[in-house]
């Protein structure tokens, strides 16, 4: 998959005058890139159309627009979009109360990489997670975690083919699965391997 340049990136003036219909278009888009897994654990999957609008929004709110500051948000940014044979994701555990949130997330060290995506007729995938830095200490898990899924191409091409697919959290304090997942998000996850 494409990654970003700053050619990519539109001037702010621009930008601010196309925002609302550019912001109402990724609103969209992002549905069909969001999966729940069970009452309080999200993945938002990400790809170009994401991480460019989350950089435009950057530069925009924090008035980025050196080629060397840009170029930083690209080397963050980029390694975020899939790479063709892979779905990246930001896996985020939701618990608006501080207290609960706190108690569940000291009962959850390692759920990042008890997340599994299972293609029919394959073996279930799981991620190498948080590959820029550890996320969970001996105490507690982070609330977000970024996750890389590697499928072969046998999966892929049963994917394309209309296998469903199927999301699970295997961690023993947070079992859940999302099975089989809507057709809109799997076509939508499919462009990913293009």
Do not use: C
């Amino acid at each position: 998959m494409k990654k970003i340049t700053i050619a990519d990136l539109m001037p702010m003036e621009a930008y601010e005058a196309q925002r609302p219909a550019i912001r109402q278009a990724i609103m969209e888009h992002k549905k069909t890139r969001r999966v729940a897994l069970g009452p309080n654990a999200m993945l938002h999957f990400e790809d170009y159309m994401v991480m460019r609008y989350q950089i435009l929004e950057l530069m925009r709110v924090e008035k980025i627009s050196g080629e060397d500051e840009l170029l930083e948000e690209l080397n963050a940014y980029n390694p975020l979009i899939p790479d063709g044979t892979n779905l990246k994701v930001t896996f985020m555990l939701e618990y608006p109360d501080p207290e609960e949130r706190a108690e569940r997330l000291s009962q959850l060290i390692g759920i990042e990489e008890m997340i599994s995506i299972q293609i029919d007729g394959h073996a279930a995938v799981y991620p190498i997670a948080n590959e820029d830095l550890p996320r969970s200490t001996e105490e507690k898990t982070s609330a977000v975690h970024f996750l890389r899924f590697e499928l072969t191409q046998e999966m892929i091409d049963s994917a394309k083919a209309g296998a469903n697919w199927s999301i699970h959290s295997e961690h023993l304090n947070y079992q859940h699965s999302n099975s089989p997942l809507a057709q809109e998000i799997s076509q939508s996850l499919l462009r990913d391997f293009a």
